[in-house]
């Protein structure tokens, strides 16, 4: 927990100079800074502070009286300490239709209960005008995601999975808080490795017109089968090191072999990418190599350079710091995002550093344009050892999905599903459910913890997985269904009344979806929307359904309501993790 929260703390600095702008704590937010104005008018820049506090004593805490007593004690007001600050913000509070109610506890702690009219009101102006309203308004216009990026004629590892995963939840979530995101796909497709590569190619078909992109089949083990030439014959290594010089000089016969193996390795990729309805931009590291040059003198006269060589990695620093340059100057992003295992991380602050002794960005993290490499841990086996097959080879992404499917498709069978459904419906579904599982399983954790990768455990429809969530979700459409009422009639002419607790706290959760998906986005943290997401479900099932009858109870209409509410919400919560979401089970 500590590491999260200084990550909390950190990034909360760093893009959010400005006020929070979720519903409910926007909302309470108001209140308390008209407040503020009218109790400490000569102290114009202090900010209400409100976190959701989900205690007995209200929904959300200001926080506010402590550190204004420590800014005004002694310039003679009337105050005698927190305490008293504390009742003068609550005493200030504006007459508002959001507040129910307000204490002041401690040392000056403001609670405030949320009104359930204004929270039921909220959720019913959703239904009607859609979701989107409900999404976070970040200071950013336009972030990079630099995400998966795997290399090409080698393996894409479990690792770029999770970069893949992680990255495309990212991207998902800042493009629904109204960023534009560019999803970069930073491919590893140059370097010394393609002379080999391509003398290779040449030895095995001396008509290269004649290679198709079928022809080489497994370029993993093209790969191991050229490094083995290269290690054993002196004289292939030479002509592959000269492969290299007329590869980099543009010689069209090499450039053409160049692209082929690329090429088959994109597909490979796509294969990954399609499975998992990943959309991404390659702009590979080749790409900048005709801005290299000039970078580099620009760095060079800066004196910059020998710190960039002496990192060992030079042309992976000066292609990522090209790609900066770019980013920032050609695209123009003022959030560059990197996700990678945290291996790299020494990797991406000697270069964040070097930009910024450049220049490029601003010393103060706090102001933008801002760089954040977004870390994460390995990927372990059952065995606790780092993820191989059984003969301890990297797992091909594309069979790991494909048993996850077939997995998913044998549970769907062992239910029954054969004689209820037609084969595309259950292929639709396992598939649905099968990758909706991997993904979950990762994106859960802390990032920056390592996870096991455990199928059996991943495809429990008990607990917190993908399965139990969509099986949740599927059910609260059924009590929609089953009701046979008109739920597009009922949200415009029914109202929701949350009279009850149970209702009143689904109510209060549902609304603070905005706040989590915001933090999801300043935090770069996907398991903050998870456990949001599993809440949500939990206190559905605990504390509304199993307390409130809906069919056939005289609140129906607006139990339906919240149904429908929670389904929307839990549905926006798949689109943002990827997940595709299930309508029967
Ligand atoms: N190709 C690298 C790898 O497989 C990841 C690249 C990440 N992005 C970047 N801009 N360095 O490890």
């Not at 970069?163 to 939840?169: A, C, E, F, K, R």
């Not at 292939?236 to 090429?263: D, H, M, S, T």
Request: net charge negative; glycine share 6%.
């Amino acid at each position: 927990p500590p590491l999260t929260d200084l990550l909390k703390a950190a990034s909360r600095k760093l893009i959010f100079a400005t006020k929070t702008h979720s519903v409910s704590t926007m909302a309470t937010q108001s209140c308390l800074n008209i407040s503020l104005r009218t109790i400490v008018p000569d102290e114009p820049e202090v900010e209400p502070v409100v976190v959701a506090c989900a205690g007995k004593f209200g929904d959300y805490q200001c926080n506010n009286a402590m550190g204004l007593w420590s800014k005004i004690k002694g310039k003679g007001t009337d105050f005698k300490g927190p305490p008293s600050v504390g009742q003068a913000i609550m005493k200030n509070l504006p007459k508002s239709e959001i507040i129910e109610s307000c204490s002041v506890a401690g040392p000056g702690f403001v609670n405030v209960v949320l009104s359930k009219k204004w929270i039921a009101k909220s959720i019913q102006k959703m239904l009607i005008d859609g979701i989107e309203k409900w999404a976070p308004q970040l200071q950013i216009k336009r972030a990079v995601v630099d995400f998966s990026s795997p290399n090409i004629a080698k393996e894409m590892h479990v690792g770029h999975l999770r970069s893949t995963i992680i990255g495309d939840t990212l991207a998902r979530t800042l493009e629904f808080s109204n960023v534009e995101v560019l999803r970069r796909n930073h491919v590893g497709d140059w370097g010394t490795q393609f002379g080999m590569l391509i003398e290779f190619l040449f030895e095995k078909f001396p008509n290269i017109e004649e290679v198709s992109e079928t022809a080489i089949g497994d370029l993993q083990a093209f790969y191991k089968a050229s490094k083995q030439r290269f290690d054993d014959d002196p004289a292939f290594k030479e002509r592959a090191q000269q492969a290299v010089v007329r590869l980099q000089g543009g010689e069209p016969k090499y450039r053409n072999a160049w692209l082929k193996i690329c090429e088959i390795s994109r597909k490979e990729f796509h294969m990954v990418y399609e499975r998992l309805g990943v959309h991404l931009e390659e702009k590979g590291e080749s790409f900048y190599n005709p801005y290299i040059p000039g970078v580099l003198k620009e760095l060079d006269d800066l004196g910059l350079i020998e710190e960039i060589k002496s990192d060992g990695g030079y042309n992976y620093a000066s292609t990522d710091l090209t790609a900066l340059w770019y980013r920032l100057n050609e695209e123009k992003a003022d959030w560059i995002i990197y996700v990678t295992d945290v291996g790299q991380q020494q990797h991406f602050d000697m270069f964040f550093k070097a930009a910024k002794r450049a220049g490029w960005l601003p010393t103060d993290d706090a102001l933008k344009p801002k760089v954040t490499h977004v870390g994460f841990g390995l990927v372990l086996g059952e065995d606790g050892k780092r993820f191989r097959t059984r003969s301890s080879e990297v797992v091909r992404l594309v069979d790991l999905l494909d048993e996850a499917k077939d997995r998913s498709k044998t549970a769907l069978l062992e239910r029954g599903k054969a004689e209820e459904w037609t084969e595309k419906e259950l292929d639709q579904t396992a598939e649905a459910v099968g990758y909706s599982a991997v993904k979950y399983a990762d994106l859960k954790n802390n990032r920056l913890t390592n996870y096991t990768f455990d199928f059996d455990q991943m495809l429990n429809d008990k607990g917190n997985t993908a399965v139990y969530l969509l099986y949740a979700h599927a059910r609260i459409c059924s009590i929609i269904r089953k009701s046979g009422r008109n739920i597009e009639e009922l949200k415009r002419t029914g109202e929701i009344v949350l009279d009850h607790t149970g209702e009143r706290e689904l109510g209060l959760h549902l609304l603070q979806f905005s706040e989590n998906v915001e933090e999801t986005c300043t935090n770069l943290l996907p398991n903050v929307l998870c456990e949001y997401l599993y809440n949500l479900s939990e206190v559905f099932t605990k504390k509304f359904y199993s307390n409130c009858q809906v069919v056939g109870s005289p609140e129906e209409t607006s139990r339906l309501l919240l149904c429908e509410a929670t389904a929307i919400v839990m549905r926006k919560c798949f689109n943002l993790l990827g997940i595709e979401p299930v309508y029967k089970i």
